[in-house]
């Protein structure tokens, strides 16, 4: 059974930072594309960042792009979103989410995990 273990959300401030973990068990972490998704209150869940499988290459949303970065550590089976210059537009639960295609997209991705709450106040 796949799990998908998320932490280090919280309250933050706008201009603040927060990084995001997330521990993966149950599959082939080290050989699966991964991705970061979130989902605000009342809005559909949005897609954030990939990573490919190895960490060579990497895509993001506009959005968060120049402020976010996604990295992974294959040896723990961890994933990791670091976010700076955080904005109130961000207030979100962060899923963690492992590909189920070939190949790093913006689609093909499944959320196991509970998420984790990010609140940015202005």
């Known amino acids: 059974q796949v799990q998908l273990v998320e932490s280090g959300g919280g309250l933050v401030q706008a201009g603040g930072s927060l990084r995001l973990s997330c521990v993966a068990s149950?599959?082939?972490?080290?050989?699966?594309?991964m991705a970061w998704f979130r989902q605000a209150p009342g809005k559909e869940r949005e897609f954030v960042a990939a990573?490919?499988?190895?960490?060579?290459?990497?895509d993001y949303a506009d959005s968060v792009k120049g402020r976010f970065t996604i990295s992974r550590d294959n040896a723990k089976n961890t994933l990791y979103l670091q976010m700076n210059s955080l904005k109130p537009e961000g207030t979100a639960v962060y899923y963690c989410?492992?590909?189920?295609?070939?190949?790093?997209?913006?689609?093909?991705?499944?959320?196991w995990g509970q998420g984790t709450q990010v609140t940015v106040s202005a």
């Open positions: 989410c492992g590909g189920v295609v070939p190949g790093i997209g913006r689609n093909g991705y499944r959320c």
């Open positions: 149950g599959r082939t972490f080290s050989s699966s594309a």
């Open positions: 990573i490919g499988w190895n960490g060579g290459s990497s």
